[in-house]
């Protein structure tokens, strides 16, 4: 008889709808749930539906049997809260072996009695997700509690799914999931069963959302929760419970293009009333369900609450011609994930990792654990991030701490805290238990540093095997068991023997694994240091071209060590070396997100003689850049810069200030700087139109060209933002000195893309001349700009993404703007679009006129001639003309999208 994957495979299959709501039709008393053999069990008993495997087990069968008549391809076991978390409010913990053997043999039974060799029947032992979660509090006041830890949570799930496998289930479903930490600890818990038990099965996956931004109950996006997951042998993934068919759509359109497992659904039947009942009909769920199957979708269909054997019969005839989904390839690019989703690809190249939260680093961060002055060491984990930290190094390991506690206690906190619990974590430390205690209490896909070969193979194994089993990337330190690697030859050689081992021993997926080959001092006065920096280059290189898909990370600060209490020199040195380390192949570092030095502004003495240094280009190199260090500690002169000193630069003329404090995210003297320039400047709006922008010009030439880094850039966005605060109070003074609004313009990041800079500074620019704004913000779905564009009557639609797949999204929007009868004007905007793809992918989808704008200075200008009766004709039919010959000469040439690197040595669009 077929197996489960080979019917997967062949045709959609169909999972029976709601247990409880079956349950309640037979309208059971008390007395039916406690039987005779628990009638003297203290407590109410009634709703207890995993019990009635004991007690009415002829109701439960006559469900599986009901479900299987309608044509249910798979059933699921009555244990969807037979764990002893759940059970213990009912007083049963000591029941949870003995329903679950008796839930699955119940449906084990009635499977088998329909099942054939042209229509086999499944079952799925369904293991819900507790009562309880381990990655929120349920104390307010105490966000650092939890009632319910990982190791509890593994416990009580094995002794459940152990049950189930013993009683014969085909798969294990843990569903309407809610805590993504608690899913991890039933997957750890199902591989630990299989092992136990000698028989392995498929394993599903369902989630829950729980609002209409697609985010589960514990905040974790879509995208974020697949991260976290990836670690697994999953069968499927995908969702239910939450709502209905058609709200669950847009999220199971995601899953589907995003997921490289089979994808399942089974939604309620529809949004519950006032009074909780669910009114969606068969007939009116079927329809919904047809558009999944048309669009291929899904592999596995069903219902959640509400959903009875009624419903389970009409999937029946749609999926008999229907196309089972495809499940896409794994991605190819390290992902990593906090709330949200961190994917290292083309568009976020290099991820700088927040040094702060280090105790042995920080002697603020270490003062303040000590003191348990735990909201202050937070403040610094949040600063990280607001200064642009991709990924946040958590170090707790000092003689005086309790390390594991600490490091649980601390990201118990940092989870409460959502700006900083969206990015990834880097649990560092060299304390196995450590890093142990702090996996357990992260539900996203942190990064561990680090392992090493310095204690040998059999211990490296056994803990790489473990990292993997938790969900986390890795850092393998260049050690082994002869010590560190310093030169060159022995870092590639290191490094070589961990990646055969971690790819062809633990299985360890080449994109999790980042290398550290060691970044040590340079100029310490020994010859044998000079190579150091240029070895670690040269290593790094090696690395990214022999040892496919692995990363290079590195601890920056150790570079400089020599010339600690010099920090102007520092930060030269670590902007040089990521300079020059990068473009190698470099993409990851620890270092402070707000170093403010930068490569392309060093003076010319001070960074011929660091690169002499670090590129070690002549004997004599150490002493010459120790000799500047003290030299230039005698000058009074800013040597920062070739630009004059602070002093000098304030006596610039009143645009140069502005443009020079925004590169530099000097926001100190913006108040006065700004108050001039209105006397010099017929509106507030001009001022950002001209010198700001300028400056923001500036800044995405220099990170296009590498001079520049992300928490670099992200202050000067910061300090945009401040600039623009100032200015407020007079643009809405002009603006109410005009008559009335120009229009109304929503504004959108497409879905799949967070960033929002340039759309903001557009939103500004557009505000200033009079047009009113709707910012729906960062990954908004199709459907929501078409709901909220016919609702509030816009006259313009502005559509902003930075990556590469957010072209594609932009397309799909269109195309649901045409769908809806719409012909409001769409703006297109961001770092990867073009004017080519405009005419070629997105402008042929939909019938208003669709306009590719290069920078937020042209908004105001197309928008007034997009709204002008008399100007309109003209400019749609020239810009008309204008994309048929892009298409007619590019019909046969493949379309060339740019990228980002391209797109900002061009110009910084301000869309971004």
Known sequence: MATLQDSVERQVLILDGAMGTMIQQYELSEQDFRGERFRKLPGLMKGHNDLLC???PDIIRDIHRKYLTAGADIIETNSFNAQRISMADY????????????????????ADAFATNEKPRFVAGAVGPTNKTCSMSPDVNNPAFRSLTYDEAVSAYREQIEALLEGGVDALLIETVFDTLNAKAAIFAAEDSMEAVGRKV?????????DTGGRTLSGQTLDAFLAAVMHADLFSVGLNCSFGAKQLKPFLAQLAEKAPYYISVYPNAGLPNSLGRYDETPEQMAREIKEFLDERLVN????????????IACYVPLVE???????????????????ELLEQNREIGFINVGERCNVAGSRRFLRLIREKNYEEALSIARKQVDDGALVIDINMDEGLLDAPEEMAHFLHLIMSEPEIAKVPIMLDSSKWEVIEAGLKCLQGKSIVNSISLKEGEKLFVEHARMIKRLGAAVVVMAFDERGQAARYERKIEVCARAYRILTEQVRFDPHDIIFDPNILSVATGMEEHDAYAVDFIRATEWIRKNLPGAHVSGGVSNLSFAFRGNNYIREAMHAVFLYHAVRKGMDMAILNPAASV???????????????VILNRRPDAAERLIELAERLKGESTDVRSEQPSKEAWRAEEVDKRLQYALIKGIGDYLEEDLAEAVKRYAKAVD?????LMDGMNTVGILFGDGKMFLPQVVKTARTMKKAVAVLQPLIESDRRGG??????????????DVHDIGKNIVAVVMACNNYEIVDLGVMVPAETIVQRAKELKVDLIGLSGLITPSLEEMAHVAAELQKAGLDIPIMIGGATTSKLHTALKIAPLYGGAVVYVKDASQNALIAQQLLNPKQKPDFVAKLNAEYAELRRTNERKPVRIVSLDEARKKKLDLWK
């Open 598 to 612: 930068m490569y392309e502004e060093l003076p010319a003495e001070v960074l011929e003689r660091i690169e002499d």
């Open 321 to 339: 011609q229907a196309e089972p989904h495809v499940p896409v390839p794994k991605p190819d690019a390290l992902r990593l994930s906090g709330l």
């Open 739 to 752: 008559a009335k609004r120009n229009g109304k313009v929503l504004l959108a990041t497409v879905k799949g």
């Open 91 to 110: 007083h049963t913990e000591h029941l949870v072996r003995e329903i679950n053997l008796a839930a699955a043999h119940l449906a084990r039974e009635a």
């Open 300 to 311: 596995i269909v069903g219902g959640c609450c509400g959903t009875t054997e009624k419903f």
């Open 687 to 691: 001022i950002i139109e001209g010198p």
């Open 54 to 56: 004991l007690t009415r």
């Open 202 to 210: 498929p394993l599903m996956l369902s989630l829950t959302v729980s």
